[in-house]
C-alpha cells in the first residue's frame, strides 16, 4: 500500500487542482455549507535548524509556514482567535471562511520562529501549553534523542548501542530501525535519575562532534520558559491546555489532577485561566468528556481531519493537521473543505509522542 501513496497523492492532487481552475474552490470557501464550519488549524514544531528534514510530519520549516499565512492573508480568510471562533461557532455566527490556528505543546521555536512571522501577519494564535517542562531548561528526551540517532545514524556500527538497551545490530538508515532504537533508548533511561538520562543525549551530541553546552544552548526540543510565556502572553498570545505532563491518564484523579496543575501554570504564567483544551497526542477516549466537563473546559479539539460544525461535539473538536508534507493545493483545498473526505481516506503516518 505504501508504494502507491505517492501515485494515489499526485492523482488527488492534479484533481484539486483542476477544481480550482474551474473556480470551485471559491465557490465552496464562500458557500454556506462553509460558512458554517470552522478551520481548525494544528501545528507542532516550527524548525529551528534541519528537524523539518528529520521528521516532516511534526516539524514545518519556516519558509513554508510563511507560504501558509500568506494563503490566508491573500484568501481574505477571518483568522480568529480560538475563544471567539468557539464562541461564534456554538452561536452560528461565523463570518465567511473562519479559521483558527493553534499550535501544540509550547516549544521555543514557536517563541523563535512560527510567532514573529504570525506578527508580522497579524494573526492570533493559541497555544496548547504543556507545562511541566516550562521550567526545566532540558530537551524533551524522546524526541531529542529520535532526532540525534537520526542526525549520528552514520557513526553508529554494531552493538554500540546496547549497552542503552538496543537490540544488536540495528539498522539506522530506515525508520523501523531507528523506532526500535528510541524505544530502547527510552525504557532504559526510564530507570535512570533525570541527571543520568541526559548523559545519554550529552553523548549523542559529542558523537556528532557537537560541544553539548552549545547544543543546549539553540534550546532545540526545549519548552518556553514562564518569562517567555509571560512576554508572548501580553503580546497577545492564547495559551490553552494541554495537560501538565503531556499524557491522559485514564483514571479520574490522575486526569483531573493533569488539567489542575496544567491551569495553575498557565494561570500563573499569564494571568489567564483556561478553559480550553487539546489532548496530547491526539488520545482522547469518551470517559474523558464528563471529567473535561467537571474541570470547565468549554472546548476540546483532536487531531482527526476535517472542519469543526455546530454537529461535533464541542470537546471533540475536529482540526486540520498541516504539517510539512502538504503542498499549497492540499492546504487551499482543506481550508475550504473540498479535500476533507480524500484526506480522511489516506493512511495516517505516526507521528512522535513527546512524551
Sequence with gaps: MDSALPMIRGIKQRVLRTLKVLGLHGEWSNSRWRRGRLAILCYHGTAVEDEHEWNPELYMDVARLEE??????????????????????????LPPQSVALTFDDGGYDFCLRAFPLLKRYG?????YLTTYFCYRA???????????LWKARDSFRGDELRDWGCPANLNLHNGSGVTTAVNGIVAHANQLAPAERH????????????DYDAF??????????????TRLA???VDFQLHTHRHRVPKEHDLFVDEIAENRRCILEMTGVDAIHFCYPSGVYDPVFLPWLSEQRVVSATTCEG?????????????????????????FESALAGISV???????????????
Design 68 to 93: 501558509r499565512l500568506k494563503i490566508l492573508s491573500d484568501g481574505g480568510y477571518n483568522v480568529l482567535p480560538l475563544g471567539e471562533a468557539i464562541r461564534c461557532l456554538s452561536e452560528k455566527c
Design 123 to 127: 494573526f492570533p494564535a493559541t497555544v
Design 138 to 148: 532540558r530537551p524533551i528526551f524522546p524526541l531529542c534523542t529520535y532526532y540525534l
Design 199 to 210: 548523559t545519554i543525549v550529552e553523548q549523542l551530541v559529542e558523537r556528532l562532534g557537537l
Design 216 to 229: 543546549l544552548r539553540k534550546r532545540l526540543f526545549q519548552l518556553m520558559n514562564p518569562e517567555e510565556i
Design 234 to 236: 501580553s503580546d497577545g
Design 306 to 330: 476535517g472542519l469543526a460544525s455546530i454537529q461535533d461535539h464541542p470537546l471533540l473538536l475536529p482540526r486540520i493537521v498541516d504539517t510539512g508534507r502538504m503542498s499549497p493545493i492540499e
Design 341 to 355: 473526505s480524500l484526506v480522511r481516506r489516506l493512511p495516517k503516518r505516526q507521528a512522535v509522542r513527546t512524551s
